[in-house]
């Protein structure tokens, strides 16, 4: 919980051009009713969710959001009409999560290896996403969404650092989803930087290096109290995790998909949940294979144990 605290504290050093906004503008006014939830929009074509046994509905699902860029350039459109092509997605996906009962959803808004695209793809990027959760924030407060940020804060503008601030203070009693936004993220540098911050600790005498294992290192991570990611889904037909959620995905179900992040809806979500479920995660452990039908299959509780669920 020390690197969150710092984080929180230590303002990001590089400003943006649409800095005109007060820095110490206040939280918006939350739901006047707490509880009073507005159920999600179902989904233009009336598709409902599957029927997935809730034992076997992922808790959390990682998604990086690729394909803006290749959706835009096949239209002959700018590729920063692919992002903003991809704000609805974003919004659609947390209703159908929502909807089948997923509990977590962590979208790769912007990597730390971002920084190497175009000074105008970057610049449009930290507007983009600062806009964005100053937009969206009403709606997914209203539905009770959570938000989060995980990352890095050297280099963000501080307005995106402050809406995203804001976002989390607002929102942070809301348990119908957590939606965490992976800003200036990566894996690699998550990883590093709570070494460096157990480094710290032990050098101060704080932490005794022979008690250090994995729940140590996991107790430095940006989100400490994140739940491994079951499923991991990666739209565009790409397959690679390019440094994302390294940790936490150990032992996530991979999905790849044959679509633009773009053209992505909930219903996509929904058919990668259904291939997460069919699927037997035996987390390093063996067993003898169950006859078609029957059996059981395992799964994490909240402690990391794993537990033996019957079908």
């Not at 037909?237 to 992505?264: C, H, K, M």
């Not at 259904?274 to 169950?290: I, W």
């Amino acid at each position: 919980m020390l690197r969150r605290q710092r984080r929180v504290r230590d303002q990001g050093s590089v400003g943006g051009p649409s800095e005109g906004r007060s820095a110490d503008r206040r939280v918006r006014t939350a739901r006047t009713a707490p509880g009073a939830l507005v159920p999600p929009d179902p989904h233009p074509s009336g598709a409902r969710p599957p029927d997935i046994p809730p034992e076997f509905v992922p808790k959390h699902v990682a998604i990086v959001m690729d394909g803006n860029g290749r959706w835009a350039n096949q239209r002959g459109l700018p590729r920063v009409e692919g992002h903003k092509r991809g704000e609805a997605v974003v919004l659609d996906v947390a209703r159908g999560a929502i909807e089948l009962g997923v509990k977590w959803i962590s979208l790769y808004a912007f990597s730390t290896e971002n920084w190497k695209r175009s000074p105008d793809e970057v610049r449009f990027l930290m507007e983009f996403n600062r806009d964005v959760i100053h937009r969206r924030v009403d709606e997914l407060d209203s539905m009770g969404v959570r938000v989060r940020w995980a990352g890095r804060q050297p280099r963000l503008w501080r307005s995106v650092v402050n809406e995203l601030q804001i976002a989390e203070q607002r929102t942070k009693g809301n348990k119908a989803l957590t939606l965490t936004m992976c800003v200036n993220y990566g894996g690699r540098a998550e990883i590093g930087d709570a070494a460096r911050e157990i480094a710290r600790l032990v050098a101060a005498g704080k932490i005794n290096p022979d008690k250090v294992d994995e729940r140590t290192i996991a107790r430095y991570l940006y989100q400490p109290d994140m739940p491994d990611v079951d499923l991991f889904i990666r739209p565009s037909g790409e397959q690679r995790t390019s440094n994302y959620l390294l940790w936490q995905s150990a032992y996530a179900e991979l999905v790849f998909q044959d679509i633009l992040w773009p053209d992505f809806d909930r219903r996509d979500l929904w058919r990668a949940c259904e291939t997460y479920a069919s699927r037997d995660r035996r987390f390093g452990g063996a067993k003898d294979k169950a006859a078609p039908g029957g059996g059981t299959a395992q799964k994490q509780d909240e402690t990391g144990e794993v537990q033996e669920v019957a079908r």
